[in-house]
């Protein structure tokens, strides 16, 4: 299979051997189906993948069956390889002429540390390219199947991260744009800090019946789906399996997901897990 455009393939010119280079790639949500053309093109011409949690194994299928494969994450808030023990990793190995995929859950550039991880390659002189992946947030939309903006709803679409550095929620939120009646708010990493988020929105005006979804596991077998409002979500998310990732999906586009709800207490999505 032929390199990724303008990158040699391990093999082929001496030169590019020694040079080595990264790739940083996009996952998806979870289902392989959701991979690029380019994602897999470049996994096959992989020689080492260091892969994060959140990359499902069926992912890792379409690598090169010599490459080898590093995790480099942990699951949920448990400990991870420090960020810069990552980036040592990833030059030192381009330094010793390998190509080197970064694989990423979702796309590398959002909540990703794409940005830490391009500026180490480029401070060591490797070259670095991007290939980017199918976000959580459009795989969640993609399993509601709704859309995340909407000419009467949501003219504007926000992603925000619900986990600062500490761990904490972020101090620094624009909470007049978390409040907006006429934006689409996606909350990463929102479950542990949701009671909080809907604290402050709502003290900025935000209306407590605004519709929210959560989206756990977004495209993988054992996704679940939960629509409430943002004035009772936190609670019944707090009953969800805690081993997944979540997704929060927050505004008035979201609001026909609410009507077809199930009646039932906890107000599952038809057809979830
Ligand atoms: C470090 S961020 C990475 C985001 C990723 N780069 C992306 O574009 O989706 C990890 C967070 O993304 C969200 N996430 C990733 N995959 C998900 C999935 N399949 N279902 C629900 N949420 C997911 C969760 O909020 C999770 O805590």
Known sequence: MSGIDGMEEPGGDRRAEKRGAVTLV?????????????????????DIILYDDLVSAGVLDFARQEAKRLLV??????????????????????LQGKHVVRLKGGDPGIFGRAG?????CRAAGIPVRVVPGISAAQGAAASLCVSLTHRDHARRLQFVTGHSREGALPDDLDWGAMADPAASTVIYMARATLPGFRAHALAAGLDPATPAVAVLAATRPDEIRLAATIGTLPEKLADLPADRPVLVLLG?????LLEQAEPAADRRLSGTG
């Open 26 to 46: 996009g996952a998806g949500p979870g289902d392989p189906e959701l991979l690029t053309l380019k994602a897999v093109k470049a996994l096959q011409s992989a």
């Open 73 to 94: 994450g942990k699951k949920g808030y448990g400990p991870q390889v420090k960020q810069a023990e990552i980036n040592a990793l990833i030059v030192s190995l381009a």
């Open 116 to 120: 830490e991880e391009i500026e180490a």
């Open 252 to 256: 008035h586009a979201f609001g026909a």
